[in-house]
């Protein structure tokens, strides 16, 4: 593949430009070819409709090839989560049965143990450098010529196209299921995010997770360029806005708080930048202040999921809030599905064609799919009197003490209040008596290490009802989080 010289901006000549890396240019000819060559050569390979292909890899252009590649033909590519260890990859590539592995030469020492039964030997491929395993090839040996013929395919629009892993706190992941006809719709629906025509957009989220992949096809679907980076790491990415200028920006509250750190510690001029949106996770209403105090913009919540990405656009003030996106169907119900009133408690439900058509099973099976096409996200909400929708915690991560209802997040928002307080948890133990007991950790800000814990919690009482105050309360070097950022809770509950 061949390599384009860059030049100091993305703001010029970008109509034809699809992303940048820190070393070449990618336009949309080069992607169109790219993909045909390697959907001729996997089809060659004996590649169906409907067959798995595993891809491992961080944020590389080849990612994005394989991808498209994949919808090209008609197969499912299932994105397998960096972080996993082999102990982890093992079990879901089992139950995948992938036809092809397509990952990265470094990633490759995870999978190198797992059987042939499992990833068969004739069908590894490497991008990015060589492995010592003769079972393994280089993923050029995939691309065959076009002769100028471009390939005609018609797959299914409505047949699975990408299996993308849950976070999985708790048992097995779970594959969730969109279709091209989903992915396309999902798109579309982050236009509601501001993404248009006239952004230049930073992409560091992994393309392996739906806010990476949602994002790419986003920017896409509006021909908005962008510039990809293999890996979250701050110092590159505000020197890559400065330099290209870029307008757009989306990622989790642990990346944006290492943004801020960073540009406190060497500025750099970024004031490019018009819209920061943060999700994933709750992000604490002090992180969005002092952001936007120090970048002169404001930072946006955003509720998204795996599933359902698409129906509410990012909050227009500090806060785990959300608005709902134009013409959206969205319903806060009770655990009978019947709707809540307004400023009263609900589960978030979502309808529409961006919703995941199911989980995976197997070849053909998908299961819980959509009950009358309403997603049941297990997000519990309240809506307030201008319509946005308030964030209150998860409906099995509820903490309920004597019957009364502790939201988790509530709880973790004071604490975090707190000056001596960088980040902080809050979990239900279980107990004979109540029901639950709250229990919450806290990592200390730097330089409060001899901070009184009562202190904390006299501060806690003074903002929170007294049945939702911790009753223990622990310091932890940090506050524990799962490959997507969240708090693992069950691992917090194991510690208590």
């Given at each position: 593949?061949?390599?384009?010289?860059?030049?100091?901006?993305?703001?010029?000549?970008?109509?034809?430009?699809?992303?940048?890396?820190?070393?070449?240019?990618?336009?949309?000819?080069?992607?169109?070819?790219?993909?045909?060559?390697?959907?001729?050569?996997?089809?060659?390979?004996?590649?169906?409709k409907g067959d798995r292909v595993a891809l491992h890899m961080a944020n590389l252009p080849e990612l994005i090839v394989a991808y498209h590649a994949c919808f090209r033909i008609g197969a499912i590519a299932a994105p397998l989560n960096i972080r996993f260890?082999?102990?982890?990859?093992?079990?879901?590539?089992?139950?995948?049965?992938?036809?092809?592995?397509?990952?990265?030469?470094?990633?490759?020492?995870?999978?190198?143990?797992?059987?042939?039964?499992?990833?068969?030997?004739?069908?590894?491929?490497?991008?990015?450098?060589?492995?010592?395993?003769?079972?393994?090839?280089?993923?050029?040996?995939?691309?065959?010529?076009?002769?100028?013929?471009?390939?005609?395919?018609?797959?299914?629009?409505?047949?699975?196209?990408?299996?993308?892993?849950?976070?999985?706190?708790?048992?097995?992941?779970?594959?969730?299921?969109?279709?091209?006809?989903?992915?396309?719709?999902?798109?579309?629906?982050?236009?509601?995010?501001?993404?248009?025509?006239?952004?230049?957009?930073?992409?560091?989220?992994?393309?392996?997770?739906?806010?990476?992949?949602?994002?790419?096809?986003?920017?896409?679907?509006?021909?908005?360029?962008?510039?990809?980076?293999?890996?979250?790491?701050?110092?590159?990415?505000?020197?890559?806005?400065?330099?290209?200028?870029?307008?757009?920006?989306?990622?989790?509250?642990?990346?944006?708080?290492?943004?801020?750190?960073?540009?406190?510690?060497?500025?750099?001029?970024?004031?490019?930048?018009?819209?920061?949106?943060?999700?994933?996770?709750?992000?604490?209403?002090?992180?969005?202040?002092?952001?936007?105090?120090?970048?002169?913009?404001?930072?946006?919540?955003?509720?998204?999921?795996?599933?359902?990405?698409?129906?509410?656009?990012?909050?227009?003030?500090?806060?785990?809030?959300?608005?709902?996106?134009?013409?959206?169907?969205?319903?806060?119900?009770?655990?009978?599905?019947?709707?809540?009133?307004?400023?009263?408690?609900?589960?978030?439900?979502?309808?529409?064609?961006?919703?995941?058509?199911?989980?995976?099973?197997?070849?053909?099976?998908?299961?819980?799919?959509?009950?009358?096409?309403?997603?049941?996200?297990?997000?519990?909400?309240?809506?307030?009197?201008?319509?946005?929708?308030?964030?209150?915690?998860?409906?099995?991560?509820?903490?309920?003490?004597?019957?009364?209802?502790?939201?988790?997040?509530?709880?973790?928002?004071?604490?975090?209040?707190?000056?001596?307080?960088?980040?902080?948890?809050?979990?239900?133990?279980?107990?004979?008596?109540?029901?639950?007991?709250?229990?919450?950790?806290?990592?200390?800000?730097?330089?409060?290490?001899?901070?009184?814990?009562?202190?904390?919690?006299?501060?806690?009482?003074?903002?929170?009802?007294?049945?939702?105050?911790?009753?223990?309360?622990?310091?932890?070097?940090?506050?524990?989080?799962?490959?997507?950022?969240?708090?693992?809770?069950?691992?917090?509950?194991?510690?208590?």
């Amino acid at each position: 593949m061949t390599s384009v010289t860059l030049d100091n901006s993305l703001a010029t000549d970008q109509e034809n430009i699809v992303f940048k890396t820190d070393k070449e240019i990618w336009t949309y000819e080069r992607l169109a070819s790219e993909v045909d060559r390697l959907a001729r050569g996997l089809a060659r390979h004996g590649l169906r409709k409907g067959d798995r292909v595993a891809l491992h890899m961080a944020n590389l252009p080849e990612l994005i090839v394989a991808y498209h590649a994949c919808f090209r033909i008609g197969a499912i590519a299932a994105p397998l989560n960096i972080r996993f260890k082999t102990a982890e990859l093992r079990p879901l590539l089992q139950r995948l049965r992938p036809a092809f592995y397509v990952g990265q030469a470094s990633l490759y020492g995870q999978v190198a143990s797992i059987e042939s039964s499992i990833v068969p030997s004739n069908r590894r491929f490497v991008v990015g450098g060589s492995v010592n395993d003769p079972r393994v090839q280089p993923w050029t040996r995939l691309f065959a010529e076009t002769n100028g013929q471009p390939m005609r395919r018609a797959p299914d629009v409505d047949a699975p196209a990408v299996l993308l892993t849950t976070s999985g706190t708790t048992g097995q992941p779970k594959f969730v299921v969109h279709t091209l006809a989903t992915l396309s719709k999902t798109a579309e629906s982050l236009g509601h995010w501001g993404l248009d025509s006239n952004q230049i957009a930073a992409l560091f989220c992994p393309m392996v997770h739906g806010s990476g992949l949602f994002t790419m096809l986003a920017c896409i679907r509006f021909g908005v360029p962008f510039v990809l980076f293999e890996r979250f790491e701050p110092d590159p990415i505000l020197d890559a806005i400065e330099r290209h200028r870029c307008t757009w920006i989306a990622g989790l509250p642990f990346m944006f708080a290492a943004l801020l750190h960073q540009q406190r510690s060497r500025p750099r001029n970024v004031d490019s930048l018009r819209t920061c949106l943060v999700g994933g996770d709750v992000c604490p209403p002090q992180l969005q202040d002092q952001f936007s105090s120090f970048f002169g913009i404001p930072l946006g919540s955003i509720w998204a999921a795996t599933e359902a990405c698409g129906s509410l656009t990012y909050g227009l003030q500090p806060g785990p809030v959300s608005r709902i996106a134009p013409g959206a169907q969205v319903r806060l119900v009770d655990d009978n599905q019947v709707p809540v009133p307004r400023g009263e408690v609900g589960e978030l439900v979502v309808r529409g064609p961006h919703v995941t058509i199911g989980y995976w099973a197997g070849p053909g099976q998908i299961k819980d799919a959509p009950r009358e096409g309403w997603f049941h996200t297990g997000d519990l909400m309240r809506q307030d009197e201008k319509g946005d929708l308030w964030f209150v915690g998860r409906k099995k991560q509820l903490i309920i003490r004597g019957g009364s209802n502790i939201s988790p997040v509530e709880v973790e928002r004071v604490l975090m209040a707190h000056p001596a307080v960088h980040d902080a948890a809050a979990v239900g133990v279980p107990d004979p008596d109540l029901g639950q007991r709250v229990a919450g950790f806290v990592q200390l800000a730097d330089g409060a290490q001899s901070v009184d814990l009562n202190e904390i919690l006299a501060f806690a009482s003074e903002r929170l009802a007294d049945y939702k105050v911790p009753e223990a309360l622990e310091i932890v070097d940090k506050i524990p989080r799962n490959a997507l950022g969240k708090i693992d809770r069950q691992l917090l509950l194991a510690m208590v």
